[in-house]
């Protein structure tokens, strides 16, 4: 029971420190995520060519 109560007063502590990121933050997150999920389907599509030749 005491780490159940240690556990929720560590949540509050971290959602007390949470802010909302800027436009020009939230920006900056969404294109890299898309610049590491189109490389990695390229890298993906390209060794599904090389498998089909092989």
């Not at 959602?15 to 900056?28: I, N, R």
């Amino acid at each position: 029971m005491e780490s159940l109560k240690m556990f929720y007063y560590k949540c509050i502590r971290v959602w007390k420190t949470l802010k909302k990121p800027t436009k020009k933050e939230f920006e900056m997150t969404a294109k890299v995520s898309a610049i590491g999920i189109l490389i990695l389907g390229v890298i993906g599509f390209i060794i599904s060519i090389i498998m089909g030749y092989l």
